[in-house]
T-cell receptor, first 114, second 115 residues
Framework: AQTVTQSQPEMSVQEAETVTLSCTYD???????LFWYKQPPSRQMILVIR??????QNATENRFSVNFQKAAKSFSLKISDSQLGDTAMYFC???????????FGAGTRLTVKP | DTEVTQTPKHLVMGMTNKKSLKCEQH?????MYWYKQKAKKPPELMFV???????INESVPSRFSPECPNSSLLNLHLHALQPEDSALYLC??????????????FGPGTRLTVT
């Protein structure tokens, strides 16, 4: 079974600074997908960024980028120029390529301070 | 339209009640999901429907009964629940099964309290 580990329960960052959230996973599969989801307080879960395991290039979406290290089974999220609206719970998630059984990490609660 | 809607937003029910949660999407997606999320915990997958057929059942107790009447609609029927079933129930949908292009879109959830 796949497991996803987020070792940072809580983090904080000053507005406009950069922060990195860590995620590791365990799998015997070669083809899979990784995601970072954001869940603001009392609001809907939305996808921040995704990475296909077969792609070596790290995914980037505006201020959000990942550092995907397949051999180390590591998938960290970097948020640049942090904004107050980035305050949320961030979940790392793993999904097999052949089904949509998505497994989430425990989450990291990020607070952006003014 | 990239919206997944869920009704009701809040539900309080007794242990002997029967109630249903509803989820709807009009994005033409063919896969729909139910997740359970306890406070300060990640979502846990309950059921997956693909093309209106149950694809995954994560050993969920029979007091939870899913139903997919058509490709746009997903219900979760509740009966004889326990207080520990109180949680946020999230619905999601995707184009299909498998692949990063099948990003899951989540609804706002139904907050269920069992008394």
């Amino acid at each position: 079974a796949q497991t996803v580990t987020q070792s940072q329960p809580e983090m904080s960052v000053q507005e406009a600074e950069t922060v990195t959230l860590s995620c590791t996973y365990d799998t015997s599969e070669n083809n899979y997908y990784l995601f970072w989801y954001k869940q603001p307080p009392s609001r809907q879960m939305i996808l921040v960024i995704r990475q296909e395991a077969y792609k070596q290039q790290n995914a980037t979406e505006n201020r959000f980028s990942v550092n995907f290290q397949k051999a180390a089974k590591s998938f960290s999220l970097k948020i640049s120029d942090s904004q107050l609206g980035d305050t949320a719970m961030y979940f790392c998630a793993f999904m097999n390529s052949n089904n949509n059984d998505m497994r989430f990490g425990a989450g990291t609660r990020l607070t952006v301070k003014p | 339209d990239t919206e997944v809607t869920q009704t009701p937003k809040h539900l309080v029910m007794g242990m002997t009640n029967k109630k249903s949660l509803k989820c709807e999407q009009h994005m033409g997606h063919r896969a729909m999901y139910w997740y359970k999320q306890k406070a300060k915990k990640p979502p846990e997958l309950m059921f997956v429907y693909s093309y209106e057929k149950l694809s995954i059942n994560e050993s969920v107790p029979s007091r939870f009964s899913p139903e997919c009447p058509n490709s746009s609609l997903l219900n979760l029927h509740l009966h004889a629940l326990q207080p520990e079933d109180s949680a946020l129930y999230l619905c999601a949908s995707s184009q299909g099964l498998g692949g990063a292009t099948y990003e899951q879109y989540f609804g706002p959830g139904t907050r269920l309290t069992v008394t």
